[in-house]
């Protein structure tokens, strides 16, 4: 790390926040994914004016740059791929303001997500999209993923939930995207920003549309013998016209470590678990929870519970949103995947990801939003035995390779990051590629801001930089922190 | 140098996240390696091998140990455990921070020669209980110019605590039909300044149908100084009150200190390589209880209101988050009769007492206090409710002058039992 520079990042947000010592930055090295990557340096600007002269500072030495929220994420998108410096959102963390009669809420990056619905629930309004991990993500990063999470079967994902975005683009400049009504002529900008994946320019606040909390909720859960009957289930609710607010499920070995974890009295025995949502206005809710209720037991459910209460309804839902880090109870690591199929696909699906597992040794739990066909197979892994972390990627390449095949895609809500950046191909043509890295290129020329990821390699599928060399997870993590500052 | 002794839980942390929001010094601080999966990442590098340099051990003493990261973890990493070995381990080998110098030195003197020695120990607590008789050598203390941690010491010293009447008996019969034989663990600062919580715990076991002894022998846990990564004495500390238990024959081993608590019950681990002990240490840990646990199992007849109106309760973090304990000290509060319980907001964050951290650590634990403050003015109440004594020192100077009164829940069980007798003889 050259001297100038770290006194120039020190000058800009203060000494504290401007980490340089391998120490203070080796903490940001991984995200919730499997990637393991050092910065350079690491920054914690104050305010948007503070991102801008950071920027400004890297692009003056040709300096490349990671934003990072609180590094919740499963695809290595918040880590450095190479030499770069990270600049954190972590300080930018205001609420700003609820506009309540406007029904939008003006926040900055690092506001957590769940953060934002506490402080709009006072007044009758809730931000829908709530990742699994909502307790602890930002919002810079559910808009850099264009998060989903358990309600967005009913209302969309993150891009349907924000208005405007306020930027620093990656040659320091500050603009706004969007803004505070529902859709601004010309180019929807907030549109392409959204799911970007950090690699055109770094969020600094963002206007987000709030929603009415139902008036009322039913939680129910659908206990199933057979993944297929499950599915077929789910098939049939959708099939009925009836559009939950989620509709999830998990099989046995994912059920068993969320037991173990929240304790809800789930049955461990069942092979496949369905949680529902069912909300809106109470006149006529009965009605569909009863028709979801009997869709279930027609399909083969052997019993179907109706969560009594809120606290039973949240605990119910507290398992589903622990569940992958409940695996640690099972298994050492995991790695999870993000595919996405045609819902009618399913069933076949399923059997593609126990083939996976079958073929690769591994055990694989599934947990996914199953009202969208949004897979998150769970690939369990023990990092210290030779060659497991190999597998599990392999693995996961054969999934995905099987998503696609089944006319779905690689990726629903957790990014490509660094992760699947070279299981692209497998989805779309070197055309395709191309046309995307010119969008890039308009916002992002010199490939300064966030790079080396969504693109490929060069490498295969399931084949990441650091697998083609020998050795352990640890080993190579060890001989990336041997490198020079 | 080699790797040590793997301690227990390591490798179950996934990097998933979750627990950051649960963490009082990444809220503040916003940096990764002071949140609890950055510090996790430090105690790995331990544990694999990597001498402790001054930086990692600063970020391993900024945690307030509050362990309420492991109620946010869906992995189940015992985080307290960690810290304990990491901390272990910075001792051992490790180096600290210049302005670290004064630590090892308050260390040594407070975790090798005080806590262990019961002579000591009270010695030191002299100048706390003159102190209280002496209000105008306090105020004048107060106006010397002193460092912000020994400020905070004086003004903890310096608080009005139930001491009691310095009478609790080796042995108390049950009133009534007896139900139970139970020992009462009285800890050391618990004895020194909160007697008077212990004496209305035996009040209460008795009238509930329980024979108590407090055994002769016993002595501070050792919780302190395994949280300041001392083993040695801490070992010792354990194995006496081990000895001491058993020869009291009791069915369950009471205490109402949470932070005392949450460690007796983990002396099984903390044993469990010496095979002496491994087996009664275990059996020492499994027979401990928390006086709410313990009383709201067996039940306890309330028909008088104590002399709290409106109350609210402040987890203790070794409780709630220690002992997953939440729900019998509310369940006992809501029982007595013309108390109107309001629950606190976030009331299971730490109050930043947190053992000596409130000393080490004053400008942090303040402001961990100051959120604390405003949600318990929020409340609106005239008692807050505590199950841990250092909670209570914590924040009964800043109460104090807002009129709220600290009460540690069983004296409140107390006088809802015998209508605010605290000077009722055994």
Known sequence: MDVRFAAA???????????????????????????????????????????????????????????RGAGTGLSGGAIAAGDAI???????????????????????????????????????????????????????GNIAENSGGLHCLAYGVTSAHVLGIRIVTPDGDIEWLGGKTVDTPGYDLAGVFIGSEGTLGIATQAVLALSPIPETVQTLLGIFDSTDAATAAVSAIIGRGIVPGALEMMDALATSAVEADVGAGLPTDAAALLLIDIEGLRDGLEGTVDAVASICRERGAREVRIAQDGPQRDLLWKGRKSAFGAMGRISPDYYVQDGVIPRSQLPAMLRDVAAAGTKHGLRIANVFHAGDGNLHPLILFDKQKEGEFDRALAAGADILQACVARGGSISGEHGIGLEKRDCMPLQFTPEDLSFMDRLKSAFNPDDRCNPGKIFPTGRRCGESARTAKSGTLDERTAALAGEPF | MSAPAQPHGIGTCTRCGLCQQACPTYRDWRLEADSPRGRVEIVERIAAGERPDAAMAEHLYACLGCRACETACPSGVPFGDLLEFGRREVERTGTLAPERGGWRTFRSFVFERVLPSRALFGAMMMPAKTLRHMPTLARLLRSLPMSSGARRALAMASIETPMGNGRLPAHSKAIGERRARVALFTGCVMDALFGGVNEALVRVLRSSGCDVVAPSGQWCCGALNVHAGEQRRALAMARRNIEAFERADAEAIVVDSAGCGAHMKSYGRLLEGEPAFADRAAAFAGKTVDATEYLDRIGVTMNRPPSARRVTYQDACHLAHGQKIRQAPRALLRAMPGVEFVELRDADRCCGAAGVYSLTHPAMSQRVLDEKLAKIAEAGVD????????????????????????????????????????????
Do not use: K, W
């Open chain 1, 86 to 140: 990270v600049i954190s959102t972590a300080r930018l963390c205001r609420i700003l303001e609820i506009d309540a009669p406007n029904r939008i809420a003006l926040v900055e990056p690092g506001v957590v997500n769940a953060d934002v619905s506490a402080a709009a629930h006072p007044h009758g309004l809730r931000y829908v999209p709530d990742p699994s991990s909502m307790a602890a993500c930002t919002i810079g």
């Open chain 1, 9 to 67: 990042l020190e000058a800009i947000v203060g000494r504290r926040h401007a980490l340089t010592t391998p120490q203070e930055i080796r903490a940001y090295a991984y995200d919730g994914g499997v990637d393991r990557s050092l910065p350079l340096a690491v920054v914690l600007p104050g305010s948007t004016e503070e991102v801008a002269a950071v920027v400004r500072a890297c692009c003056e030495r040709d300096m490349r740059f990671v934003p």
């Open chain 2, 383 to 426: 008692t807050v409710t505590v199950t841990n004594p250092g909670c209570h020192l914590q924040l009964a100077p800043a109460l104090a002058q807002r009129g709220v009164r600290v009460r540690h829940v069983v004296e409140l069980v107390d006088e809802a039992i015998h209508h605010s007798s605290r000077g009722t003889a055994f």
